[in-house]
């Protein structure tokens, strides 16, 4: 009997003992860990990206007009130069009444003027007077075309063809002006100076009505696609309110807002990725940067100074208006060493890890670099293949 419980007691101490392995070795088992390993690492700044067209053109009507003639729908393509409405007007009658008084002047002038061709000093005289008009338009555009060109918004042939434009202009307004006077050689001094005054005032006129008539139409600026219309033909427009919008769809680039603090580090020409998965799908570089923060609200309504970040985008698949994720590389740096962001805790300000050796578990107190989402760099503390702890 004595034999039988001996047996039992040794039987009950090797289960328990089993027991006990298996749930050290489990609890072992159980241990998270990560071992140490050289490779990138980058600070970025994470936003969602818009993209956006970098030529606009908004027009609005400065009072209330009826819209005559509508050429355009949303969507629709249009060319420099193509006609998008017309406002209703009678400025043809009216200029066409100029043109009358015009030949008024002439027939009036024409017996007083000798060993000259009145028609043709008329001519020559219009011919100036449009000249001049054109010059100065076509000055004031190479204005805008040559700000345009410094900020990279037109090309280099159409800042060309502006500056050729002006140069033709100039050449042929010199030359009418030598005709004229060649012309005006045998004219009297007097009938000349009657025939200028009337002449001008009519010019004047005309020029006036001709420069409301063009008012009177929007054409578009250049290639481009209408993104808004807010009117119909037969309608009235309302002053203040866009009437039509057209946008360069070949001509695109991405903004994103940053937080003011984050932007303390964003400079022009560092790397403004598009990333989809955490996978980067272009890179680009920041173009500009604006210079000062506005105010906008979170989508929990909370008040935040942002900055305005944009890059030139060169690939016409993406949509007016689309959102895609964007990370800007503020840092990065190669073959480093890293240990996983779960492997890292704080104390007293400063950083340390649980390292394993075998059986063993060391506190050690490292200094870390670059952090992101993932892990920390190593500047001291840990070698590569070093195991750690996931605490």
Known sequence: MKKKKYLITIGVIIIVFII???LLGGQTDQLETSQV?????????????????????????????????????????????DIILIYENNYDLEIERANKQIEAIIASYNESIKGADFQEISNLKLNISTI???????????????TLFENNAVSQVEYDEAKNK????????????????????????NVKKQYEAQIDEVVIQK?????????????????????????????MTQAGVPVVEIQDDSNLGIYVEVLAEDAMEIIKGMDFNIVDDDQVVKKLLISRVYPKAQSKLSDLGVEQKRIRIEADLDDTNYK????????????????VLLVDKDAVY??????????????????????????????????????????????
Not at 167 to 188: D, F, I, M, P, R
């Open 37 to 81: 390993k050289l490779g990138s690492i980058k600070k970025t700044v994470e936003e969602t990206g818009t993209v956006f067209s970098k030529r606009v053109n908004t027009f609005y009507s400065d009072m209330s007009q009826r819209v005559q003639t509508l050429n355009v729908s949303v969507g629709d393509r249009v060319k420099k130069g």
């Open 20 to 22: 006990a392995s298996l």
């Open 320 to 335: 007016l208006g689309s959102e895609v994720d964007i990370e800007i590389v503020l840092q990065e740096k190669n073959d």
């Open 346 to 391: 704080e104390k007293e300000n400063k950083k340390y890890v649980t390292l394993i050796k075998g059986n063993n578990e060391t506190e050690i107190e490292i200094r870390t670099g670059l952090e992101d989402d993932i892990n920390v760099e190593v500047l001291s503390g840990l070698k590569e293949n070093d195991i750690v702890l996931i605490v």
């Open 132 to 146: 001049e008009t054109n010059l100065t338009y076509a000055r004031s555009n190479l204005e805008k075309i040559e």
């Open 166 to 189: 002006v140069t033709v202009l100039e050449n042929q307004l010199q030359e009418a002006n030598n005709n004229y006077s060649l012309s005006t050689q045998g004219v009297s001094s």
């Open 207 to 235: 020029q006036i009505l001709e420069k409301n008539m063009e008012q009177s139409s929007i054409r578009a600026e250049f290639d481009g696609v209408i993104t808004e219309l807010n009117v119909h033909q037969g309608s």
